[in-house]
């Protein structure tokens, strides 16, 4: 028995140093990986190379530069070109430093274009000209034009179309067509011209030029003008107390009130335009007498007869005899 005993307790004694061993082999294990992460450096972030050269990019800024405001980000829809000459003419005043140029131009790219800026080799930009031509020939394809001179032959002057709306109408397309041929396009405006009297003075002065058109046709606008203003200070040719007065009106559709086989040919409604009853019988003008006198628009014929009437009794009476 006590034997035994003596054997359990050995065997719970081993278990006991065999939980502990596997403890401390756990915590120093803990430990030395603990050590491992506090020993690798943390990751960065991902950063794209700069298209830009060193040269470009050491540049010190102007404290007092700022960006122009109205230009439009080039999202890789229209004339690259365009673009490029919008920028170089709102930076003209500003700088034409190759380094803050091609910084400046890389804000007012948005989209596709920005995608491709961001995609450059790294230092593979060392010049504003070399930017701008790496730009305008990758979105060459982008320069899409939606109308030509053709188009211009398709706009003319509405029937009551002044000339001046025709005229700012016709130049705002023009405006849109690139390397519109002047000649083309004085042509096409006075092709387009409504007949009358202006087309045939034009006939005869024969301008050659675009300016000489703008001269005659500004001659033409004030006519306009003046007529406009002419007619909106004409008085009506009749007042509107002569216009005939239509306050009371027959009713659209006649009642039938009365079999039209049995009716009294002898009484004649005014109202109604029918046989049947007398005017002064007719209940339906009465009441709408009545209405018409509470609103007020009788008034001026209530009036007339009053006065009449008085003017007949203040006439002296002569007996026969």
Same mark, same amino acid.
């Given at each position: 028995?006590?034997?035994?005993?003596?054997?359990?307790?050995?065997?719970?004694?081993?278990? %006991?140093?065999?939980?502990?061993?596997?403890?401390?082999?756990?915590?120093?294990?803990?430990?030395?990986?603990?050590?491992?992460?506090?020993?690798?450096?943390?990751?960065?972030?991902?950063?794209?190379?700069?298209?830009?050269?060193?040269? %470009?990019?050491?540049?010190?800024?102007?404290?007092? +530069? @700022?960006?122009?405001?109205?230009?439009?980000?080039?999202?890789? %829809?229209?004339?690259?070109?365009?673009?490029? @000459?919008?920028?170089?003419?709102?930076?003209?005043?500003?700088?034409?430093?190759?380094?803050?140029?091609?910084?400046?131009?890389?804000?007012?790219?948005?989209?596709?274009?920005?995608?491709?800026?961001?995609?450059?080799?790294?230092?593979?930009?060392?010049?504003?000209?070399?930017?701008?031509?790496?730009?305008?020939?990758?979105?060459?394809?982008?320069? %899409?034009?939606?109308?030509?001179?053709?188009?211009?032959?398709?706009?003319?002057?509405?029937?009551?179309?002044?000339?001046?709306?025709?005229?700012?109408?016709?130049?705002?397309?023009?405006?849109?067509?690139?390397?519109?041929?002047?000649?083309?396009?004085?042509?096409?405006?006075?092709?387009?011209?409504?007949?009358?009297? +202006?087309?045939?003075?034009?006939?005869?002065?024969?301008?050659?030029?675009?300016?000489?058109?703008?001269?005659?046709?500004?001659?033409?606008?004030?006519?306009?003008?003046?007529?406009? @203003?002419?007619?909106?200070?004409?008085?009506?040719?009749?007042?509107?107390?002569?216009?005939?007065?239509?306050?009371?009106?027959?009713?659209?559709?006649?009642?039938?009130?009365?079999?039209?086989?049995?009716?009294?040919?002898?009484?004649?409604?005014? +109202?109604?335009?029918?046989?049947?009853?007398?005017?002064?019988?007719?209940?339906?003008?009465?009441?709408?007498?009545?209405?018409?006198?509470?609103?007020?628009?009788?008034?001026?014929?209530?009036?007339?007869?009053?006065?009449?009437?008085?003017?007949?009794?203040?006439?002296?009476?002569?007996?026969?005899?």
């Amino acid at each position: 028995m006590a034997e035994l005993l003596a054997a359990m307790q050995n065997d719970g004694d081993r278990k %006991i140093d065999s939980k502990r061993t596997n403890a401390e082999q756990h915590e120093e294990h803990q430990s030395e990986s603990n050590a491992k992460t506090a020993e690798t450096p943390p990751k960065s972030g991902r950063r794209r190379a700069n298209p830009f050269s060193e040269e %470009i990019m050491s540049y010190k800024m102007p404290q007092n +530069f @700022t960006l122009p405001m109205t230009l439009t980000p080039y999202k890789g %829809i229209g004339d690259p070109k365009v673009h490029v @000459t919008k920028f170089e003419s709102m930076m003209f005043l500003n700088s034409d430093c190759d380094p803050i140029l091609c910084r400046s131009f890389s804000t007012f790219l948005d989209g596709a274009t920005l995608l491709w800026f961001s995609n450059l080799p790294a230092g593979s930009i060392t010049s504003f000209d070399e930017f701008a031509k790496m730009f305008i020939n990758h979105f060459a394809a982008s320069k %899409i034009y939606v109308r030509d001179s053709d188009y211009l032959s398709t706009i003319k002057q509405g029937p009551h179309e002044s000339l001046k709306d025709y005229m700012t109408r016709f130049t705002t397309a023009a405006m849109e067509i690139p390397d519109l041929n002047p000649e083309v396009q004085l042509h096409t405006i006075k092709s387009g011209l409504r007949p009358g009297k +202006f087309p045939k003075a034009i006939v005869v002065a024969k301008p050659k030029t675009l300016e000489e058109f703008r001269d005659k046709a500004t001659g033409q606008i004030e006519i306009e003008k003046l007529r406009e @203003t002419q007619r909106s200070k004409k008085l009506p040719s009749r007042k509107d107390d002569d216009k005939p007065s239509r306050l009371i009106k027959p009713p659209v559709k006649a009642g039938t009130y009365q079999d039209q086989k049995y009716i009294d040919k002898g009484k004649y409604c005014a +109202f109604h335009q029918k046989f049947g009853h007398t005017t002064d019988e007719c209940v339906a003008a009465k009441d709408l007498l009545e209405r018409l006198v509470r609103q007020g628009l009788l008034d001026k014929y209530i009036g007339s007869k009053s006065h009449k009437e008085t003017a007949d009794a203040s006439k002296p009476k002569y007996s026969s005899d």
